[in-house]
């Protein structure tokens, strides 16, 4: 099969080496580094020639012929979700631990099908809370539970 | 010896140890049980927990965790049909067929009785072994290192089964590659680092490892939603579980299939790269040879041997797989990779000076294995019916929280929002690469060897006057290195030597 998973796979893969071959020449030495037998840019230069190859392998002989199948997959909720989890990591520093992650979780459950708002709210925010509580005053690590206009200095 | 056990005994029975090892083998079994999560996930979730302990209880911990998740997958193979990880695919075969018939709890009990002799008998194997093998690699020197886990790397490209050779290795440089992100440790320049501050530590072990496993297994259990039918099932299975009481019968013809699949297990657990997926097919298949034609025809349809066989040798093979782990510092398969970059988290480096330098580490992890075990049995095996309703929790719950727990995990240890969004990245790319069949666990053996590989082989060649001689001049490295060869070419290499002689014998006649 032309598009076979392996031959997609070991073709990202050939993209990935060759721009990590491309960056391994942009490491600057000094003089006197470029000199030795070993130096920083060694190891990726052999790893550089290994992935390309071994990708051309994969893509010249896949191991099987099995294509993608595509359809019956809930890409668009894998896709929100991991949008939901990009959204999670820019807000939990502004609108504060509690807020946040009681929204990625009402959010997610939400996504997956859960329709009741009761149950959205009384699984996800004692959950949170109990949390929180447990990792600051349990394991002593702190994480600020307030948004920014909450907070103190 | 003696000494050594009295020194684990103390520092493993005390209270806080033994909690964490209660602890450990409960959050094990439940992580495990959940269709998709395996040891690797479990271990990763469990390493920011594990970070603000002492080192002898943080490893404590995962090990408790370790076996808690191969009993717990068990546990979801033999009720549901949905094996948590590879390792307990042959479990599957016999369990699931008995628990069918209603006797899904003395297949717990001959799993949970299986799993604790294999575990214990490997780990007085270990026992033996360790400090024996730990007292040889004294001797080692860089070069021989290097080699080693050039072994220890195509070892688990080798195992990686028909077709899967070189995707392993590939996914295996890639490790690699992803290891020399961040500052050269010896040179101090910045390598690969995009011009980004955050990349100038490197990526971390934690961020990687919940990506690819933990974040990646609930972004595909999204994308494969399980259907109302099935959920139903699982509920009835983990309500309906049958007496746990085993005849006299039933523990005699179980004896022997222990004995010998303990063995077994944990002979294929030290082989880097072997692991305890292949010792559970190859003790079931050994026990289906042993058993003749009669007792064989019962593979398949609830035989207690067929049950027996791949659940105790699965255990003495995660056992076993501590021996390369502890003696050379060399992980043998992706889980005891994860742990070794949590005893590197922790400054400690494995290997044989560990058995010297802090040998309260070394013969506590052994001990708790036994602690573990019993605990296990003890404790799990009356609590199964209600641990087993985790399997009713419904998924629309559970995926939400195994993301926030992974993204939380990784965020806890650094305080930087960068990390989510990379963790994001890398959880997208492994979805992307797990559908298209590309495996993960050499990659994440890659990244963890990749420092020690790099350091070994600069300091090899500053030893050898920068010449690359050591390669074929120093005969255990040499020797290592063949050894390694044979395990690339061996496997390519026989199938055409078998059809040429298929062959000759179809001309010869």
Known sequence: MLFSKDRIGGLILLVFCVSYGFLSQQIVLLPFQAKAAFHARTMPEILTVLGIALSLMVIFKPGSGEMPKLGKQNWLVAGLFLALMSLYGLTIRPFGFIFSTSVFLIAGFALLGE?????????????????????????DVFIEPFPWFMQGD | ????????????????????????????TFIGMLPGLGPMSAIALMIPIAASLDPSTGIILMAAVYYGAIFGGSTSSILINAPGVASTVATSFDGYPMARKGMAGKALAIAAY????????????????????????????????????????????????KGEMLKALLMTVVGLMLSTVGTDQT????????????????????????????????????????????????MEASANLGSMKLSNDEVKEMVPVIGRSSFLG??????????????????????????????????????????????TANNAAATGSFVPLLTLGIPGSGTTAIMLGALIGYGIQPGPRLYIDQPEVFWSVIVSMWIGNIILLVLNLPLIP???????????????????????GVYFVSFNTFDIQLMVLFGFIAVMLRFLDFPMAPMI?????????????????????DSWSFLWERPLTFSILVIAALCLFVPVVLPYVQRIRKGAKITGE
């Open chain 1, 115 to 139: 329709r009741s708002v009761m149950k959205l709210l009384l699984i996800a925010l004692p959950l949170v809370v109990g949390f929180w509580v447990l990792m600051t005053q349990g394991l």
């Open chain 2, 266 to 311: 944990f002979l294929i657990g030290v082989l880097p790269g072997a692991g305890a997926t292949i010792a559970s097919f190859l003790a079931y298949g050994t026990e289906q040879r042993i058993a003749g034609p009669v007792k064989g025809k019962e593979f398949g349809k609830g035989s207690i041997r067929g049950l027996a066989a791949p659940e």
């Open chain 2, 114 to 161: 299986s799993s604790f002799s294999g575990g214990v008998i490997a780990a007085i194997f270990l026992l033996v072994a360790a400090p024996y093998l730990a007292s040889v690699s004294l001797s080692f020197q860089s070069t021989d290192y290097f080699a080693l886990m050039v072994l220890g790397l195509t070892a688990v490209a080798a195992f990686a089964g």
């Open chain 2, 386 to 408: 209600y641990i087993a309703r985790v399997l009713a929790i419904p998924s629309r719950f559970l995926l939400p929280l195994i993301l926030f727990f992974s993204l939380i």
């Open chain 2, 1 to 28: 010896m003696i000494e050594g056990i009295i020194v684990g005994l103390s520092t493993a029975l005390t209270l806080t140890n033994l909690v964490f090892v209660v602890i450990g083998c409960l959050a094990g």
């Open chain 2, 445 to 465: 053996l890659g990244f963890i060897l990749g420092g020690m590989m790099e350091e070994n082989l600069r300091r090899a060649l500053l030893i050898n006057n």
């Open chain 2, 187 to 234: 040179q101090g320049i910045p390598r690969f680092t995009l011009g980004l501050i955050d990349l100038i530590d490197g990526i971390s072990f934690l961020l990687l490892v919940m990506a690819t496993f933990a974040l990646s297994e609930a972004l595909i259990a999204i994308l494969k939603p399980t259907s109302d039918a099935s959920r139903k099932e699982e």
